[in-house]
């Protein structure tokens, strides 16, 4: 009941495993605004989420983006890039964090991009969970600035989300992320 109703007003999904996906897509949540994410993306996964024609694939890793690459086509995607900062929460929910294997480093972002060729559309990064200090942000857009100066045909920006709840200023969030996308 709670996707059906997100659905209805026009929210997407992001799905990790092949339940996930299938829940969205029974809710009425439109394939195109799903994003098929996490590290474990196996076989009949992959195939369900090209039968649907997902909206976009996150690759964290280069064997998970080989693996796609050799699907018979390669759906848009985004690369997961892990910032290496503090992202100001808890060490277990710091997935942007340096110590964190979630994405690539920026320079692994940057030499993976050319390979995936036109199905590339940008860079996702989610910093962690709990993120009530907006600064976080700027530390995040450092970041990503050289991949989107090296790229400028690209046209998505995938933060993530992990807005600590329920006091996270989200004004003032969205006035940088506005900021960097201009």
């Known amino acids: 009941a709670v996707l059906t109703e997100l659905a209805r007003h026009g929210v997407g999904a992001e799905a990790i495993t092949i339940g996930e996906l299938e829940r969205a897509l029974a809710a009425g949540i439109p394939a195109k605004n799903i994003v098929l994410g996490g590290p474990a993306q196996d076989a009949r996964l992959r195939a369900r989420a090209l039968e649907a024609n997902v909206g976009l694939v996150s690759l964290d890793s280069l064997s998970q983006a080989e693996t796609w690459l050799a699907e018979a086509r390669l759906p848009d995607c985004v690369i997961r890039v892990n910032p290496a900062l503090d992202p100001h929460t808890h060490e277990h929910l710091a997935t942007g964090a340096a110590s964190s294997k979630c994405g690539r480093t920026v ?3 940057q030499q993976l991009a050319p390979k995936l060729g036109k199905s590339l559309r940008g860079f996702h990064v989610h910093a ?7 600064t976080v942000y700027d530390d995040i857009f450092n970041a990503l600035s050289p991949l989107y100066e090296a790229f400028p045909q690209l046209d998505v920006l995938d933060i993530g989300g992990g807005f600590a709840v329920p006091n996270a200023p989200l004004a003032d969030m969205a006035a940088r992320i506005q900021a960097f996308v201009k």
């Open 107 to 109: 320079a692994e972002a």
């Open 128 to 134: 962690g969970s709990q993120i009530d200090v907006p």
